[in-house]
């Protein structure tokens, strides 16, 4: 095949682990003789360094071009006091919106070599396996109005949370497909007991949910979901949420897999031409910037999302699962980075992403 990516490095540590992440994509497509075309793109607190704005119009283009976006994180602490809509993380929100890709999906999966490195007791860790899809284009992050108004004592901040019938459903449609090649159960989550847009939320899912009636569906109250992530992770299997929720409850994913920097995270939108999502990949760690620029950072989740590229955009499963297995290899090796409290020297992000390309 010929593979056109877009390559974002971002911010922070995004350059290290992306460069790690892209060597894995080059070795992997000469191993199984595939043709790569790479570009590369600005994206927040870079781009505004270079542009004057967090999404430029160069990069833009270049994505809506490309067959698949490789990111790797944005956002700066010098820009933590500027306006929202001048802040890094605006580029972000641009990028996916541009593209169109509504359904954010955060793999969990717990590896035997890393039961240690979870704060949770290894019983309730091991053998976790689930995947949290996040609506990604909706919810309160874009709803309006929103702003900050008035003075004084009258000073309000307002935002929206708004979701239409036809977002609900196509993201809830993402989330019962993937179950339907999983262990065919789809979770729920919603504030339906509080919330007007959780109530339209549950009614949507349950009129969606007899299209796929080889899968069971049940409800969970999101602070509910809250807990029994962390009390017992092993009865999720597809997890469906709206967007603010999902960015929320998605992190304690990260209690469970050992370290934020090992989950990787595929936002997929509609089809192209051909067939293939439309697809913007990225790890679900930040930028770390008080480590960037120190070849430490945990270039795994960034890898890991290489391979869902490999799988969601391109349909090429036998590639994806050559990085999945290396992944694992090299965590039973013990040659990780020192978030994931190896035993021995910890190895540096480059040594982590040579050693994927050795075992592909």
């Not at 004084?152 to 929206?160: D, M, V």
């Not at 092993?234 to 709206?242: A, G, P, R, S, Y």
């Not at 409290?341 to 994927?356: D, L």
């Amino acid at each position: 095949m010929n593979l056109n990516v877009l390559i974002v490095p971002g911010d922070g540590i995004g350059v290290e682990v992306t460069k790690e992440a892209v060597r894995v994509l080059e070795h992997t497509c000469k191993k199984f003789n595939h043709s790569l075309h790479l570009t590369e793109g600005l994206l927040g607190g870079v781009a505004i360094h270079k542009t004057g704005g967090p999404f430029p119009e160069e990069t833009r283009k270049l994505a809506l071009e490309a067959d698949a976006t490789l990111m790797g994180a944005v956002g700066l602490p010098e820009f933590d006091n500027w306006p929202p809509e001048k802040r890094p993380e605006r580029g972000l929100l641009g990028i996916r919106k541009a593209l169109g890709v509504y359904a954010n999906l955060r793999p969990v999966k717990s590896y035997p070599s890393l039961l240690d490195s979870s704060p949770l007791k290894n019983h309730l860790v091991d053998g976790v396996d689930m995947i949290i899809v996040r609506e990604l284009t909706g919810g309160i992050y874009y709803g309006t109005p929103r702003g900050i108004t008035g003075e004084g004592g009258e000073e309000r901040g307002t935002n929206t949370m708004t979701y239409t019938r036809d977002e609900i459903a196509r993201v809830t449609r993402m989330a019962f497909s993937l179950a339907r090649n999983r262990r065919k159960k789809v979770t729920s989550v919603d504030k339906s007991n509080v919330l007007e847009t959780s109530q339209l939320w549950r009614r949507v899912v349950c009129e969606v949910a007899p299209e796929f009636p080889d899968v069971e569906l049940e409800h969970i109250l999101v602070d509910n979901c809250a807990m029994q992530l962390i009390l017992r992770p092993k009865q999720f299997d597809v997890v469906v949420m709206e967007n603010m929720f999902g960015d929320i409850l998605s992190d304690e994913g990260a209690v469970i897999a050992g370290s934020i920097g090992m989950l990787p995270s595929a936002s997929i939108g509609g089809k192209k031409p051909s067939g293939a999502w439309v697809g913007l990949y990225e790890p679900v760690h930040g930028s770390a910037p008080d480590i960037a620029g120190q070849n430490k950072a945990n270039p795994l989740g960034a890898i890991g999302s290489v391979a869902a590229m490999f799988e969601y955009s391109f349909g090429l499963m036998k590639e994806a699962q050559a990085v999945y297995k290396a992944m694992e290899e090299v965590l039973n090796s013990g040659k990780t980075t020192a978030d994931l409290k190896p035993k021995g020297t910890p190895a540096t992000t480059e040594q982590v992403g040579e050693s994927v390309c050795d075992a592909i």
